[in-house]
């Protein structure tokens, strides 16, 4: 079974960073896209950050120029990098793969207080 783990959620104030991870268990011999979704209270699930197999990058524009989001093959670890945190960026942060069919991480809470 594939699974998808998240870590590295946390409290942090406004201005903070941090890098969320996805580790993904089991195998995925392909890909369309791998990306970094939120909701936040009260709002719908949206796509933050996302990643496609042959390399490129999309982000939504409220986070644009603070994080950014890669992977490693290799330890099978999705990331997204958070810098100049926003308390409008405070969501609880699920990691996605586009596959054959869609997996989900569990989700991990960041909160960022101002």
């Known amino acids: 079974q594939v699974q998808l783990v998240e870590s590295g959620g946390g409290l942090v104030q406004a201005g903070g960073s941090l890098r969320l991870s996805c580790v993904v268990s089991?195998?995925?011999?392909?890909?369309?896209?791998m990306g970094w979704y939120r909701q936040a209270p009260g709002k719908q699930r949206e796509l933050v950050a996302g990643?496609?197999?042959?390399?490129?990058?999309m982000y939504v524009d409220s986070v644009k120029g603070r994080f950014t989001i890669s992977r490693d093959n290799a330890k099978n670890t999705l990331y997204l990098q958070m810098n100049s945190l926003k308390s409008e960026d405070t969501a609880v942060y699920y990691c996605?793969?586009?596959?054959?069919?869609?997996?989900w991480g569990q989700g991990t809470q960041v909160t960022v207080s101002s």
């Open positions: 990643i496609s197999s042959g390399g490129p990058t």
């Open positions: 996605n793969v586009r596959a054959r069919v869609e997996y």
């Open positions: 089991g195998r995925i011999l392909w890909f369309d896209t």
